[in-house]
């Protein structure tokens, strides 16, 4: 059974503390993502890579940074967490090249900023 | 950024009732598809429409691609209880996925 792993479902952390979170997909894809999911607005995307060590901005990048040192793994840094970050984050992978491709999602992490 | 917006926002309807759900946007996208999200789980894709005009079946669910490739609809027949939760449509191209704003669908028993 194909997987997109989320390290945590949950996490709870204070004003001003640098944040991971993980990513870890088993399918082999070359293209993943980072996506905050907030009510009304859908989903919204912050980083993506379509290579190792390879990223571009997405819709909102700001307070947040990426990392993707191997193919499988996909890491999401929020630098100094604010309250205004609490939100469900979404990581998602798919395979490069292909009209028909579909986006693998993991269970998702409910960050809480206080 | 290419936005997709849904409509409705919210819906509730009683369990056999017909619903139909619409994504537009002003972009052309190479495919679209249509996920459903359950509480505490990621998206999980439901069809992809790559032909302007497809029609496509899924049990109760039929999916519809505009002509111009902008925009889509779904129409439930008959809906479940099984059928609550969020039905996010995305635009495909390049290698890139475009959400929707999300309809949340509730059906009461």
């Known amino acids: 059974d194909v997987k997109v792993t989320q390290s945590s479902r949950y996490l709870v952390k204070r004003t001003g503390e640098k944040v991971f979170l993980e990513c870890v997909q088993d399918?082999?894809?070359?293209?993943m993502f980072w996506y905050r999911q907030d009510p009304g607005l859908g989903l919204r995307l912050i980083y993506f890579?379509?290579?190792?060590?390879?990223?571009e901005k997405g819709d909102i990048p700001e307070g947040y940074s990426v990392s993707r040192e191997k193919k499988e793994r996909f890491s999401l840094i929020l630098e100094s967490a604010s309250t205004n970050q609490t939100s469900m984050y979404l990581c998602?992978?798919?395979?490069?090249?292909?009209?028909?491709?579909?986006?693998?999602f993991g269970q998702g992490t409910r960050l809480t900023v206080v | 950024t290419q936005l997709l917006e849904q409509s409705p926002q919210f819906l509730s309807i009683q369990e056999g009732e017909n619903l139909t759900v619409y994504c537009n946007s002003s972009?052309?996208?190479?495919?679209l598809q249509w996920y459903r999200q359950e509480p505490g789980e990621g998206p999980v894709l439901l069809v992809t429409?790559?032909?302007?005009?497809e029609v496509k079946k899924l049990k109760r669910l039929t999916f519809q691609f505009g002509d111009a490739r902008k925009d889509s609809s779904l129409h439930i027949t008959a809906a479940q209880p099984g059928d609550t939760g969020l039905y996010l449509c995305?635009?495909?191209?390049?290698?890139?996925?475009?959400f929707g704003t999300g309809t949340s669908l509730t059906v009461i028993p």
């Open positions: 399918m082999d894809h070359e293209n």
């Open positions: 890579s379509y290579d190792v060590k390879m990223k």
């Open positions: 972009s052309v996208f190479s495919s």
């Open positions: 998602a992978s798919s395979q490069a090249g292909r009209w028909d491709t579909e986006a693998f």
């Open positions: 995305a635009g495909h191209t390049g290698n890139q996925f475009y």
């Open positions: 429409v790559v032909t302007g005009g």
